[in-house]
């Protein structure tokens, strides 16, 4: 820990508690020390300070089509995993991202690593996320396959078997398309028994049944 002057923090006190900590006032610091008084017995004494550290590693935030750099903290000793997920803060955006690739030199990438060996974290935007949908025709109908995308947040969920309304849109999802970085999350990278659900943050492509009201027309 790091003590600050007039804080109240746990210390075993060489004078009446040498086994269990007491609470003790914090008088002074300074050249790596502090300088408390036990608050049961009065003695005063000395005890190094702690310092915590950290780490500031670069992040790049992936967001649709554009990216955003930003730093975050991290312990040194922290490793960081490809999946993780966090906050982080540039001058655009506060975005909540997950971590797609991790580099700790020029051309050199890994799914994991001390973030104090870090050089750059590769993230994708998972709070609101753009989807990408394949509507399949109407059996009636003479056009062919369309897609579209739509932003939602993170963890709305797509399910197999449910219908979905967009604005003028309307489909009735037949199946879904896992990111490769969630897989791990499904039992399937692609899913297609009713009531499969996946949250929108992992999805790589739904796929649907027209439902829309009407004719559909491109112009």
Not at 185 to 190: A, L, Q, R, T, V
Request: proline fraction near 4%; charged fraction near 30%; include cysteine.
């Amino acid at each position: 820990m790091s003590e600050n002057v007039g804080e109240h923090v746990p210390f075993e006190c060489p004078s009446c508690s040498q086994d269990l900590e007491t609470v003790h006032e914090v008088l002074t610091t300074g050249g790596g020390n502090a300088t408390v008084k036990c608050t049961d017995c009065g003695h005063v004494h000395k005890e190094p300070i702690e310092e915590e550290t950290t780490v500031d590693v670069d992040v790049v935030v992936s967001q649709d089509d554009e990216s955003f750099t930003g730093t975050v903290e991290f312990d040194p000793e922290e490793t960081v995993y490809e999946g993780d997920e966090f906050v982080v803060e540039t001058e655009a955006l506060i975005a909540q991202v997950r971590v797609t690739s991790i580099e700790t030199g020029p051309e050199d990438r890994t799914t994991r690593a001390a973030a104090a060996d870090i050089d750059t974290v590769w993230t994708r935007e998972v709070g609101n996320v753009s989807v990408d949908v394949t509507i399949n025709p109407k059996e009636d109908s003479e056009e062919g396959s369309r897609s579209i995308e739509v932003h939602v947040p993170g963890d709305y969920e797509f399910a197999v078997g449910e219908t979905e309304e967009f604005g003028d849109e309307a489909f009735t999802i037949t199946g879904i398309h896992v990111r490769e970085n969630a897989i791990d999350s499904y039992k399937f990278p692609k899913l297609g028994d009713d009531g499969d659900v996946v949250f929108a943050k992992d999805v790589k492509r739904v796929y649907g049944d027209d439902e829309t009201s009407g004719a559909w027309s491109p112009w």
